[in-house]
């Protein structure tokens, strides 16, 4: 059993060997100060780890080659079969080792640091939205009765309509009932004007009333009721006028088309304000909210700013995308934007003052955990974990690991912070 081992532990360092002699010849040459601990260890005195390991009070014992294998007493590895290292409560063993470079690789790798200062960070938020309809500004036209379209004046989508333009006529039999019956109403009123008492008066006051009461639910215009009233003549055809003034988006009718009140026959929508609907990652969701003033630009229109408001923030987050949606709404008097546009929007949320402002570049993201390389002087480097709050564009701010004036590394981190892990690899096997 035991030459067994041996022979995973040489084949293990060699492995190891081989991977350092292909991935840092330079730290090689730069005469990195690299140690590799014996079992026994002269400054303890001839004390095991394992022995050094209980006078620290152990509390755990893990595999050098298999992190993963933690056990709460002294044994094996059951997929490698090395023997379990003990881990003690002021170890150090989660943090990386220095690295000492020489001056002459600090220049080849381009190794550039920078010193940690306070400031203001402004929270905004830049990202892409689409230009939609204000759906409050959104009109539907349908008709009340049933009937047929007699002549249609709109026939194609986009076309700008004023408040009461002609859209179509239509004949409706129960329109023109309804006229019948008003204009009998009026014929009897002006029948029994003389002297038919009072009771009677009130009876032909409120048959009037009714009937011009059908024909405004009927939509026919006070203009056409007030015609029945002088020339006591019905109108076959009832003109469809629109609501509010705007755009066409979408028509359904053709001349002679039979239509219910069910018939969406136009819809209008009003342009002088539209929605921008724009998506937020997830870290930014804190810094939205309604009332917060926004920009948009547009590359169709160079230069062009347009400035308003955060109107709502929908509450689900997309369970694909991991985004928040939050709609923008903009004045749009000269109808500039079109519906369907794409825009860049920036949602300004106020600055942070007294930040430890962090460069971007500067962070590594291993998935795990966020790791800084820390310039310690003298040519040593340490990889250090720290815990980052606000991102904005280039900068980050620090809320753990670093204090200001310290000194990191923002270009060359990445083969200081693979030499450190592998010495730390080392450090595990030589335990």
């Known amino acids: ?84 290292v003990a881990k003690w409560v002021d170890d150090k063993d989660d943090r990386r080792p220095p690295v000492t470079l020489g001056p002459e690789v600090v220049q080849n790798m381009g190794v550039r640091t920078v010193k940690l200062e306070r400031g203001t960070l402004w929270k905004y938020i830049r990202t892409q939205g689409t230009v939609t309809y204000d759906e409050d500004r959104l009109i539907q036209v349908h008709a009340r009765t049933p009937g047929w379209i007699e002549n249609l004046y709109v026939r194609t989508d986009g076309v700008r309509v004023e408040r009461k333009d002609d859209l179509a006529d239509y004949f409706s039999p129960d329109v023109l009932w309804a006229q019948q019956e008003y204009i009998e109403s009026l014929k009897d009123a002006e029948l029994d004007s003389f002297g038919e008492g009072k009771a009677k008066d009130s009876e032909d006051a409120f048959r009037q009333r009714a009937g011009a009461d059908m024909l405004r639910y009927f ?53 002088s304000e539209v929605w921008v609907m724009v998506d937020v990652f997830e870290h930014q969701m804190a810094w939205v909210k309604p009332g917060l003033s926004a920009e948009i630009t547009t590359p169709a229109y160079p230069g062009q700013v347009w400035e308003g408001k955060v109107a709502f923030v929908y509450p689900e987050v997309d369970p694909k995308a991991r985004t928040l949606r939050a709609r923008l709404e ?33 962070l590594i993201l291993s998935g795990e955990r966020e790791l800084v390389v820390k310039a310690l002087g003298a040519g040593r480097f340490q990889p250090v974990e720290v815990k980052t709050g606000m991102w904005r564009d280039e900068e980050v701010e620090v809320l753990s690991g670093l204090s200001e004036g310290d000194e990191v590394v923002v270009s060359g981190q990445f083969l200081i912070d693979s030499e450190s892990n592998l010495q730390a690899s080392f450090r595990r096997m030589s335990e």
């Not at 509010?244 to 028509?251: N, P, S």
Request: charge should be negative.
């Open 1 to 84: 059993m035991v030459p067994l081992r041996v022979s995973i532990i040489f084949r293990a360092l060699r492995s190891k060997a081989a991977i350092l002699g292909v991935l840092s010849p330079l730290l090689l040459v730069a005469g990195c100060d690299r140690q590799v601990d014996s079992a026994v260890e002269p400054e303890s005195g001839g004390v095991s780890m394992h022995e050094h390991a209980e006078h620290q009070g152990a509390k755990t014992f893990v595999c050098p080659m298999h992190p993963n294998v933690v056990r709460d007493e002294p044994g094996t590895c059951p997929i490698c079969g090395m023997a379990l």
């Open 219 to 271: 939509k026919v215009p006070s203009m056409d009721i007030m015609g029945l009233e002088r020339t006591l003549e019905p109108r076959s055809i009832v003109p469809i006028k629109a609501p509010q003034g705007g755009v066409i988006i979408e028509h359904n009718v053709r001349e002679g088309m039979y239509v219910t009140p069910a018939t969406n026959m136009f819809t209008i929508v009003d342009l």
């Open 330 to 362: 903009f004045k749009n008097p000269d109808e500039a934007l079109k519906l369907n546009m794409f825009v860049e929007a920036v949602i300004y949320g106020g600055p942070k003052k007294d930040a430890l402002i962090l460069p971007r570049e500067a």
